[in-house]
């Protein structure tokens, strides 16, 4: 390909060799739970207590958890690709920062953050959250909830990233189902304005077909020879599939 930006997005796939759950897999978090019971604006009206305990557990798991090779390699990738990669998620893990990438923007926000369903100010969080815990902005008291984006409400970003999908000369989508909108729509958008499309994941997403190339095979593995294979590393990593 020739040097260019790159706009990358990452799925749950990515942080599940992390210890993280996917959502969409047999086995998945939305196999156990109903998502308009957890995910929803009006899940949280109804029972704030099952939503702000199925958060905390999620945070706890999340702290715990450490980035794998593909974490890794991605923050390598952004420090040494001189046009600049953008870095987009749709999880609400930290992984990425821990591994070193210092610029992510979560479209659906981060578990380690806190907002006030009152006000809307947000704040770093740590630790489990309750129905007594208060806003420090303005001191409604149980409003707090996780600063993730729920189905039904916008997700962050999306004007930037219509920019930098404009202007990208490669999109690379890893480990997402492609079932999700807007972010399944963006391999189309990018490759709308002459973008180089390349899907990596454990088995095609259902967007498959819109990509120009596809690696199958798990992130850990695959990520990192696909950015060696960019920065010169080693001999070259074609894509297949």
Known sequence: MQPGPIVILTGA???AESGLGT???AGGIWSKYDLADVATP???AADPGLVLSFYNARRANAAAARPNPAHRALARLAA???PGVTLITQNIDALHETAGHRDVWHMHGRLDRAQCAACGHTWPWTGDMTRADGCPTCAAVGRVRPDVVWFGEVPYHLDEI???LARAAMFVAIGTSGT???AAGFVAEAARHGARTLEINLEPSEVSRLFDDRILGTASEAVPR???SLLGVGGPQG???
């Open 23 to 25: 959502f969409r897999d």
């Open 80 to 82: 040494g690709w001189a």
């Open 13 to 15: 796939g990515i942080s």
């Open 162 to 164: 219509a920019a930098v």
């Open 42 to 44: 009006q899940g949280y």
């Open 180 to 182: 999700v909108y807007p």
């Open 239 to 241: 894509p297949h599939g």
């Open 226 to 228: 696909w950015v060696d």
